[in-house]
């Protein structure tokens, strides 16, 4: 077996797949790479050397389909289909460090090295295939598996098509075993566990090997010394997370730059594309003799008001409702809904207007917004504007803060480094209602009517400016642009890339300026 490398060293790889052109973007491109986003950046944050990687799928039947029915070229349409992708990422405030497309090159000539290595190595050899196929997805499926879908797509629901080809096929069979002895020694490579039990059912019912080119259409990578035969789209299209590091050329910059951040620590996909990512790209790596990736997460899906999105139902969430959210909401109230109530379990989620905008007012405004708002007020009307001096000693509220915010942060980054946006974000949230709690309970705005209670009132008030601080450096990779507002107003300075360190208790030195701040202003939905 070839070794899993367990995510320890500074270096960190974070993959979306990448997106196919044949339609515009939405919600769930916008989903995958904001949660990708928010790791990466937490993970810069704590002091990795972050790779994160995204872009688009251009070749294959539908985008060639696509660009007759319109009348311009494949090369045209993916060119306009990709810019709109890649322009997402700067609406979104993404910060991908390479953005590949399957037309560059680069990519291209690394795909033919790999493919033409597997066909030497005997892992790739000519065949025909006769079965069904789902045109939709560019799938093959066996007679027993197109019975069990009743011969249409699972996908798209239109029929199957029955086809006869002769393709290149991989001997993915040639590695079942190896394949089951991958899930029994690493549980985590596939999560959630629902995901991975749901392959470990199929990969029970046998492999079969799997056709990795195509004749019938043109738009694609050529088989080397077979240009008749162009690859599969899906073959090409999981290679990129090999090429875009340049391992297929040992000559090349993205090489000599990149080759260390293989094996990736996270895959990030909808489990809709699972498969190919559980089972087919694993066994191509050990065809390759690479390392295997960490982890290959599969999330679930959005649906609209309680029902799956549709164009005709009118309840599909495309770039242009997202935009009018982040108009209204701000973008870090989008990233914030996204990775705390998005489907990263089992479940699909909901996008509701309504529970969005519960979320945006309990959570952001009368929550963080409130505490950062009540504290910096409170320090500019009874300690000027400067933050007080923390005597070590403090009247009521019960509260061990730094036993407390040791706790939460242990949690926050743990829960991050197992993709668990939720988790991690929760615990410093943990943070923020703790000190609304301890306003309640040690009323420092009745205290200060006393003169001979302002120390008392200086120790809460740094108590409770230090809880949100720490809260905040927690909170930055979700809400970089709300948080550097509060940086700002508090004058903390710039993110240390230290992160453990940075949230040590007491690092909000007495007499730095506390100007108030107002984070999250309250929306009218009517």
């Given amino acids: 077996m070839l070794p899993f490398a367990p995510v320890t060293t500074s270096k960190r790889y974070i993959t979306t797949p990448i997106y196919y052109v044949n339609d515009r973007p ?27 990687l995204t872009g688009t799928d251009e070749h294959g039947q539908k985008v060639e389909q696509s660009a007759e029915a319109r009348g311009v070229t494949p090369q045209a349409l993916a060119d306009e289909n990709s810019a709109e992708f890649r322009r997402i990422m700067g609406m979104f405030n993404l910060t991908n460090d390479e953005f590949i497309r399957t037309t560059d090159p680069r990519h291209e000539q690394q795909v033919q090295s790999v493919v033409k290595r597997l066909m030497d190595s005997g892992d790739v050899y000519l065949g025909t295939f006769e079965g069904w ?31 006869t080809e002769e393709n290149y096929y991989f001997k993915l069979s040639a590695y079942e075993d190896r394949l089951k002895s991958m899930f029994d020694q690493n549980p985590d490579l596939v999560r959630p566990d629902a995901r991975r039990n749901e392959v470990l059912g199929r990969l029970r019912e046998g492999l079969m090997d799997v056709p990795i080119s195509r004749t019938n259409f043109k738009w694609g990578i050529g088989v080397p010394d077979a240009p008749e035969h162009v690859i599969y789209v899906w073959i090409d299209a999981l290679l990129n997370y090999i090429t875009a590091l340049g391992l297929a050329d040992k000559d090349s910059d993205w090489y000599a730059e990149r080759q260390e951040y293989w094996p990736a620590s996270i895959q990030v996909l909808g489990k809709e594309i699972l498969w190919f990512h559980a089972v087919i790209w694993p066994a191509i790596l050990m065809a ?11 999330h679930s899906f959005w649906i609209s008001e309680g029902q799956k999105m549709s164009k005709s139902l009118g309840n599909f969430i495309d770039l242009e409702q997202l935009q009018n959210y982040t108009d209204t909401y701000g973008s870090d109230a989008l990233r914030y809904f996204l990775s705390t109530q998005g489907p990263l379990g089992a479940t699909d989620s909901d996008f509701s207007k309504s529970q969005f905008h519960e979320t945006y007012t309990t959570d952001l405004v009368n929550t963080l917004g409130n505490c950062a708002s009540r504290t910096s007020a409170m320090i500019g009307k009874y300690c000027d504007g400067l933050c007080p001096t923390d005597t070590g000693e403090c009247a009521g509220g019960g509260v061990e803060w730094v036993e407390f915010t040791t706790s939460q942060v242990e949690t926050s980054m743990a829960a991050m480094d197992q993709f668990d946006l939720a988790g991690s974000i929760n615990a410093a949230m943990a943070i923020v209602r703790r000190v609304d709690a301890f306003i309640n309970d040690t009323e420092p705005f009745k205290l200060a009517k006393d003169p001979a209670a302002s120390a008392t009132v200086g120790n809460i008030l740094y108590r409770c400016a230090e809880a949100i601080r720490i809260a905040a450096c927690l909170l930055e990779a979700t809400m970089p642009q709300k948080i550097q507002e509060l940086r700002d107003a508090w004058h903390l300075g710039e993110a240390t890339g230290d992160l453990r360190t940075e949230c040590h208790w007491g690092r909000l030195e007495a007499g730095t300026a506390i100007d108030k701040v107002a984070l999250f202003p309250r929306v009218d939905v009517s």
Avoid: M
């Avoid at 990708?36 to 050397?49: E, I, K, P, S, T």
């Avoid at 093959?140 to 098509?161: C, D």
């Fill in 133 to 163: 196929y789902d045109a939709g997805q560019e799938e093959y499926y066996t007679e027993n598996k197109a019975r069990e879908v009743e011969y249409r797509s699972p996908i798209s629901g239109k029929p199957l098509e029955r086809a």
């Fill in 26 to 52: 939405h919600i769930g491109h916008v989903y995958t790479t904001t949660i990708c986003d928010v790791w990466a950046r937490f993970q810069r944050l704590a002091g990795h050397d972050v790779f994160f």
């Fill in 288 to 298: 390759l003799e690479l390392p295997l990736p960490s982890c290959i997460y599969a």
